[in-house]
């Protein structure tokens, strides 16, 4: 477990401020004790520092994962968030779509949000901003990029994309292998 | 054998003055090699009260068996001295140093290895039709039978005329032996674990993207200050392997440690500038915002009218719609809208 460079954490940040705006210093700001970002084998796990001091007396190349993964750098950089993350974000998301009961299983299955199936959409929700997606009963299902304002998305084809998929509950059986 | 045997009694005579010559015991002997081996167990007690006796007539008890086995081998007499015909050596002496590695292949061997090529024998010598005559396949009389061979070479279609045929192929010929004799170099310092200087980047027309990537890493830290106050490109890489190389670079190193009080404070100031890096005017946003006054005025204006319709219509049974007001001066996000 290493710590992440500044560029690193800037990316990560950056991120993170996409889906859940100035909330992520409620990330790193704990009542309940200091919470830090590791890296590990290009993953990012967030990680009490209480968890850590334990799992650092593991050889790094013996761990496998140690607090919640967030997501992964990419080759080129970049940070993708995993599913993993969800139940950190979703109490502080900024933009959230609900999700008809008909069109929940369509995400789970990896597909983007069309405009039939938008139950309710967050006011203000920006082009391209990173969003939550809830169930209609408000389940946090996993992650999305809006393809169209609310405004937008108002007068939009009911077959036109409205939130591009990123990440969704449903991971955790189709690809339990790559998560961790 | 008569003279054994005359020795042997005589000695068995005179051996009744001395000490007696026969031991029973369990010892493996191996003649061979003239070893006995005596694996019984040493008797502790006469061990630590007298060593040098116990241990002197345990030898020669030992040799004593090691050398009656001698005389029942077959002897022969040369030379005025009996000779014992040793048996085979049963004994392995293990060897003092390791085994010696096999050669390593060559980088042609390992190719032909993977590939399964097999090396053909061919014949020394071999029958030209244009000669007549048997040729070697190398050495004595081989250049020569070339020479006799290509006492004329055909100038190529699209060849420079004033071009020396004969001065190219004796070119490409010692160009061949160099670059057979770098490739020899290159296996053996492969196989001694040398490391082969390396030689500056060639040209940029063969240079891979890795090369030129090292070359721009190496430049960049050659100025007086080692590269510190180089600019660098938004998503630059520094190449990697190239700290030889390159002046004033040291291996890379871990980040040090630091509290996590630290590492929070550090992490709260990049979360900060992040957040305020975001533009000013976000046009978007603006953007989004002015089409969604428009939608809203013109929904109101709807309603307006649509309550004047219905008031004449029905009297008024229907509630208007009043919710996509929009809301000004509050923050952006988190809020619901149906």
Redesign the interface.
């Given at each position: 477990m290493k710590r992440l460079s500044e560029e690193r954490t800037k990316t990560l940040f950056e991120k993170l401020a996409k889906y859940i705006g100035p909330n992520v210093k409620l990330l790193i700001e704990r009542p309940d004790g200091i919470y830090c970002f590791r890296e590990q084998k290009d993953r990012v796990y967030y990680i009490s520092e209480k968890i850590l001091k334990l799992a650092e007396t593991l050889p790094p190349n013996q761990l496998i994962s140690a607090g919640t993964c967030f997501g992964k750098f990419t080759k080129s950089n970049k940070f993708r968030l995993h599913i993993t993350a969800l139940s950190y974000l979703a109490p502080y998301a900024q933009c959230k779509v609900w999700l008809k009961p008909s069109a929940e299983q369509q995400f789970l299955y990896g597909n983007h949000v069309s405009k039939a199936g938008l139950g309710r959409i967050s006011e203000n929700t920006e082009k391209y901003q990173g969003v939550l997606v809830y169930s209609m009963s408000d389940l946090p299902l996993g992650f999305g990029v809006a393809a169209r304002s609310t405004a937008e998305c108002k007068h939009a084809d009911p077959l036109a994309p409205v939130c591009f998929h990123q990440a969704d509950i449903g991971e955790y059986i189709r690809s339990e292998e790559d998560l961790l | 054998m008569d003279v054994v045997k005359t020795i042997l009694e005589k000695s068995a005579k005179e051996a009744e003055k001395y000490k007696s010559v026969e031991v029973n015991k369990l010892v493996s002997i191996d003649l061979g090699a003239l070893l006995a081996e005596d694996l019984n167990p040493l008797d502790p007690g006469a061990l630590r009260s007298s060593t040098n006796d116990y241990l002197l007539n345990l030898t020669r008890d030992n040799t004593q068996l090691l050398f009656n086995q001698i005389w029942e081998l077959p002897t022969e007499r040369i030379d005025e001295a009996i000779v014992a015909k040793l048996p085979k050596q049963k004994f392995c002496l293990p060897r003092f140093k390791p085994v010696p590695r096999p050669r390593p292949l060559t980088k042609w061997e390992q190719f032909a290895k993977a590939k399964g090529i097999v090396k053909k024998k061919k014949s020394k010598l071999s029958w030209d039709e244009q000669l007549q005559k048997w040729i070697p396949l190398y050495g004595f009389k081989r250049s020569a039978a070339l020479k006799e061979k290509d006492w004329l070479i055909e100038v190529p279609q699209n060849a420079d005329p004033l071009e020396d045929q004969f001065a190219k192929k004796v070119e490409a010929k010692s160009e061949k032996v160099a670059k057979n004799e770098l490739q020899r170099l290159r296996n053996v310092a492969k196989a001694k674990n040398v490391k082969v200087p390396r030689f500056g980047l060639t040209n940029p027309e063969v240079s891979s993207a890795k090369d030129l990537q090292a070359a721009v890493t190496v430049a960049k830290s050659s100025t007086a200050s080692l590269g510190k106050f180089q600019d660098k490109l938004p998503?630059e890489k520094e190449a990697r392997g190239v700290a030889a190389i390159t002046p004033g670079a040291t291996r890379k190193r871990?980040?040090p440690p630091i509290s996590?009080?630290n590492?929070?404070n550090q992490?709260?100031n990049?979360?900060d500038?992040?957040?305020n890096k975001r533009p000013k005017i976000?046009i978007?946003?603006a953007v989004?915002?002015q089409?969604?006054d428009e939608?809203a005025q013109r929904s109101d204006e709807k309603n307006r009218t649509g309550r004047k319709k219905g008031l004449r219509k029905s009297g008024g049974g229907k509630k208007p719609k009043n919710t996509n007001r929009p809301?000004k001066g509050k923050a952006?996000?988190?809020?619901?809208?149906?």
């Open positions: - | 998503k871990k980040l996590g009080q590492e929070k992490n709260l990049l979360v500038e992040v957040l976000n978007e946003k989004a915002r089409i969604n939608q809301r952006a996000g988190g809020r619901k809208r149906r």
